[in-house]
């Protein structure tokens, strides 16, 4: 596989439309905000679990400033009246050795169309390629569309420590 941070694929998806799965480039920032601003508040609280309309500096360069070692972070890139932007993205960051935690959003204009699963397929491969052992997720319980994904790549319930958080778990072979 080449490099991650230089990782690229083409796929097609449910409605017909193609889409770019690719690494989140530090140039990324001004289409990854304008995402945010397209997306939803109950899609932004069922991805970080709070209202959120807007990021801090901080917490900004924290998802910019990828080393695709630890923090994997990959964009669904798709054409739109002409021109690409950001539909959505996935990440997984190691939480201890052999371990990652995933997380996704889509923006709400383009959910449906298999985005999620897309990025789920490809942040496994580059999981399993790195060597990582586990896959951990959190999501919450009226999130039935990512629940649905994770259950099709054999995600697993297991104890949490909060009961209004599905927690989810994948042994990679």
């Given at each position: 596989?080449?490099?991650?941070a230089d ?129 951990t997720a ?34 990679l072979s």
């Amino acid at each position: 596989m080449a490099s991650t941070a230089d990782y690229s694929a083409v796929e097609c998806l449910r409605d017909g439309s193609t889409i770019e799965i690719r690494a989140l480039r530090p140039d990324d920032q001004d289409d990854m905000l304008a995402a945010v601003n397209r997306t939803s508040l109950q899609s932004l609280q069922r991805r970080f679990f709070v209202p959120k309309r807007g990021f801090s500096d901080k917490e900004i360069a924290f998802f910019m400033n990828i080393d695709f070692t630890s923090h994997v972070a990959l964009v669904a890139q798709i054409d739109e009246e002409g021109r690409p932007v950001i539909a959505g993205g996935g990440r997984y960051i190691v939480t201890q050795p052999g371990q990652a935690e995933l997380a996704f959003v889509v923006v709400d204009a383009h959910q449906g169309k298999g985005i999620a699963k897309s990025l789920m397929r490809h942040l496994l491969a580059i999981a399993r390629d790195a060597g990582l052992k586990e896959l951990t997720a959190e999501v919450l319980p009226e999130n039935a569309a990512m629940l649905k994904v994770f259950s099709g790549f054999g995600f697993r319930s297991r104890a949490g420590g909060d009961p209004q958080v599905r927690h989810l778990v994948l042994q990679l072979s």
